[in-house]
């Protein structure tokens, strides 16, 4: 079986970002304390907005696509698609936030040299995106997604390219004080 990360070492990854958007956009993120729905609260004047955020830690690698030669432009995004497979199946990653009706979904790629957050403003659009991107999948890969496995349960999702979401993100380094503009 293929596996993305070992979730006890990346979990604390995840956390550690998370903190670095809060202390990046400080007037802007705080940590959502209320329950797994989401990551970070979006504050807008007097209005609270919610963001899920992903953490990638490298480039992932879904078969039927070709290993990456230019990494940044041809990167690939986790999109899970399944939480607690293994238990009760329900959805993930953007799927999961737009259920929830949250606001904005995020993948941050935290590479030193290159720290960019892919924000998705849209998560409507975003799911039938990832829909036909994983129909035009070939069968062998839709019938083996990734698993993921976390502390108490399997997750799976698929790998895909990332130019293939260009025209439903934006893509903005950390910090950038420009990203109030996306928000709104």
């Not at 939480?83 to 993948?107: I, Q, R, T």
Request: charge should be neutral.
């Amino acid at each position: 079986m293929r596996r993305v990360h070992d979730f006890r070492k990346s979990e604390p990854i995840g956390k550690k970002y998370e903190i670095e958007m809060v202390k990046a956009w400080p007037h802007l993120f705080e940590l959502y304390e209320g329950g797994n729905e989401y990551d970070l609260n979006v504050l807008l004047d007097s209005v609270k907005k919610s963001l899920e955020l992903k953490t990638e830690h490298g480039y992932t690698l879904q078969p039927g696509f070709p290993k990456p030669h230019v990494p940044r432009s041809t990167i690939n995004i986790f999109i899970e698609t399944k939480g607690n497979a293994d238990k009760k199946g329900s959805l993930g990653g953007p799927f999961k936030a737009y259920e929830d009706l949250v606001d904005f979904y995020a993948h941050l790629f935290p590479h030193p040299a290159d720290r960019v957050l892919f924000l998705f403003t849209d998560l409507a659009a975003l799911n039938i995106r990832c829909y036909d991107l994983i129909a035009r999948l070939p069968k062998w890969v839709r019938d083996n997604p990734i698993p993921v496995y976390n502390t108490e349960h399997v997750t799976l999702g698929y790998a895909l390219p990332i130019q293939e979401f260009a025209d439903l993100f934006v893509k903005i380094k950390l910090g950038d004080k420009n990203i109030l503009k996306y928000l709104l």
